[in-house]
């Protein structure tokens, strides 16, 4: 159950709940912070639970409104995916517009959250600001985010923030090693922290393909820049065919992120054979890994917002190609 699972990792955020709960003394506004993996999307889907279902405390999580919940099949809580698509102004006024009705299920009581909440575009914010000046008794609100640096203060000010720290690698990594794949192993021990997360992830089309993406752009760029942009181009991300996109482009940069800051490192707990030649191969060339982290980290951080991603792959590599000799 995730009330277990969230005591066994999150235990501040476990006792920090339950006290809430118990004493009912619910905020209007919570912001559950934190790197992705850890639990805050299972927490948040908990809380909701628990504010509805009939149990004191947490919710018992097997009841049918709890089912309803979890499946997104509860009128009155609203779940709003911002990691691969923005939130936009019109989703909030939309929201603000249902939940300025009476509740239409027994309880009365009415829950939105917002996953990602900083991939929201501007507008929405502000609109998203002026929905949480003017809390009602029987609203809660729940805003999910990896980067808080990204959220306007004036937000952040009216939410009670819910810290979730991240498992170490050595745990993930020690955890699924055994498993799953080596080198998927450790590369999503490096980018989610969750034993469940990396396994499920690691078993999808768009991680898959990002694999195989991240080795052919190694490959190539060993020697020959030009070839890996081609193959981005023509087989990794196609313009024409558009099968993958930011959520896939993601784990390719977060996989180039964690290479070149290692090469630049000399030094890797990777078992991976392919990896660890390439790690070698790269390290003999004349290449500004210092420069090259800061392409990548410009590039996903764009990729958090409304960009051509053709367009934005091109650039990255360019970029890449001018720090290159």
């Known amino acids: 159950m995730i009330k277990e699972m969230l005591k066994q990792q999150q235990p501040v955020v476990f006792q920090t709940l339950r006290n809430a709960l118990i004493n009912n003394k619910i905020a209007h506004a919570y912001m559950f912070s934190g790197p992705s993996g850890t639990l805050k999307k299972e927490a948040a889907y908990l809380l909701a639970q628990s504010l509805i279902c009939d149990s004191n405390g947490f919710a018992c999580e097997t009841c049918s409104t709890c089912k309803r919940i979890i499946l997104n099949q509860y009128v009155d809580v609203k779940y709003f995916d911002g990691s691969s698509n923005s939130i936009k102004k019109e989703d909030i006024i939309r929201l603000q517009r249902e939940f300025n009705k009476t509740g239409l299920e027994k309880s009365g009581k009415k829950v939105y959250i917002l996953d990602h909440a900083e991939n929201a575009t501007p507008d929405a914010l502000n609109s998203l600001l002026k929905f ?33 720290t991240a498992l170490s690698f050595d745990t ?25 997360d990396i396994i499920s992830i690691s078993e999808t089309d768009d991680y898959q393909h990002a694999r195989y993406v991240f080795k052919k752009m190694i490959d190539y760029y060993q020697t020959s820049v030009n070839q890996a942009l081609l193959f981005i181009q023509t087989e990794g991300f196609n313009a024409k065919q558009k099968k993958y996109g930011k959520v896939c482009l993601q784990y390719v940069i977060d ?6 800051k290692e090469s630049m490192r000399q030094i890797t707990k990777c078992e991976d054979e392919w990896y ?30 409304s960009v051509n991603l053709q367009l934005l792959i091109d650039q990255m590599l360019y970029k890449m190609k001018e720090v290159t000799r």
């Open 132 to 164: 949480l000046e003017e809390p009602t008794n029987n609203m809660t609100a729940i805003l999910i985010v990896d980067q808080m640096d990204r959220i306007l203060p004036t937000i952040v000010s009216r939410c009670q923030n819910i810290p979730f």
């Open 276 to 305: 660890l030649e390439a790690l070698k191969l790269i390290q003999n060339r004349n290449i500004n890994c210092i420069e090259i982290i800061k392409i990548l980290m410009y590039s996903k951080d764009m990729l958090l917002k």
């Open 255 to 260: 996989m180039l992120l964690i290479f070149f």
């Open 172 to 196: 993930c990594y020690n955890s699924v090693r055994n498993e799953i794949d080596t080198l998927d192993a450790f590369m999503l021990s490096h980018i989610s922290h969750q034993k469940q």
